[in-house]
């Protein structure tokens, strides 16, 4: 087994900076969320954009001024979110690789996402894929549901590998619609990730309560990590979570104990053929 990837997810789009206060949402608490991260062991960040009043947002100017500013201060690998908010349209949610980030997530199907939807049509998916694959940005497949590995095949099996060749998922589990965020379907997943091309790797995040049995069955299975604001905001029983690096520190203890130390930034590069900077 490998060392553990850690990816910190710090904002997300769906909670509000007056109910979250220490949710990082100008760039500047980005940048220094990023950098701390960092610090502790993280090596990719997945990043969603605030406007001026902390709403989300995929304006173009603000994506590619985060881009250059998260590369010009961390060594982190930078990854978008091409999900943006459930009700951001299609067409705004391509644009975001316009920003030249070296990562962006690619969501492989629609699932119901609390009161909403997040739409994820076959078509979508294949533009997002295909563009990725032209530009050079190497994508974070996310998986909401078991089928959506298949769909995962299915997408590599008639439209080609990703931009530098490595396959890699993630499994973001509890959302309300979504799969549980238990062992038991983690390793459900894990048992469909061995049918995709050899070598391809995953990490699973578990949202709300299902964080840690989540992380704890991620390690066990030779997965990675993905932690942060985007997806838990209750640290234990009545404990509201501090800060990323809180999260952060979380797992990298976890992490280590399970013998499996956080990878560097370049040899996260390495793992997922994101290019060496
Ligand atoms: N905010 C969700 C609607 C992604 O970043 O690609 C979508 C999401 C997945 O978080
Ligand atoms: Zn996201």
Same mark, same amino acid.
């Given at each position: 087994m490998t060392g553990t990837l850690i990816t910190v997810a *710090?904002?997300? @789009?769906?909670?509000r900076k007056a109910d979250?206060? @220490? +949710?990082?949402?100008t760039l500047d608490e980005l940048v220094s969320t990023a950098k701390e991260c960092e610090a502790l062991g993280a090596s990719v960040v997945h990043v969603h954009i605030r406007d001026a009043a902390a709403r989300p947002t995929l304006d173009r100017g603000r994506l590619r001024e985060t881009v250059v500013a998260l590369r010009e201060s961390t060594g982190l690998i930078v990854q978008l979110s091409s #999900? #943006? @908010?459930?009700?951001?349209p299609e067409a705004d949610r391509l644009a975001v690789l316009d920003a030249a980030p070296e990562m962006a997530s690619c969501t492989m199907g629609t699932v119901n996402f609390g009161d909403d939807v997040f739409l994820n049509r076959w078509e979508f998916i294949v533009d997002l894929h295909t563009r990725m694959q032209e530009c050079g940005i190497v994508p974070e497949y996310e998986i909401f549901d078991l089928g959506q590995l298949t769909t995962l095949r299915r997408l590599l099996d008639k439209h080609g590998l990703p931009a530098g060749g490595h396959v890699h998922a993630d499994l973001v589990m509890g959302v309300p619609g979504g799969m549980p965020g238990t062992a038991a379907a983690l390793v459900a997943c894990e048992q469909v990730i061995r049918? +995709? *091309?050899? #070598?391809s790797t995953f990490s699973a995040t578990g949202i709300g309560r299902s964080t840690l049995p989540v992380m704890l069955a991620s390690l066990a299975c030779g997965g990675h990590l993905r932690v942060g604001m985007e997806d838990t905001l209750?640290? @234990?029983? #009545?404990r509201p979570v501090e800060s990323n690096m809180q999260l952060v520190a979380r797992a990298v203890g976890f992490a280590q104990l399970a013998q499996r130390p956080p990878l560097t930034p370049a040899q996260a590069r390495d793992l997922l053929g994101v290019p060496h900077r």
């Open positions: *710090p904002t997300g @789009a769906e909670s979250v206060p @220490a +949710l990082p949402v #999900g #943006g @908010a459930v009700t951001d049918d +995709l *091309p050899a #070598g209750t640290y @234990a029983k #009545g």
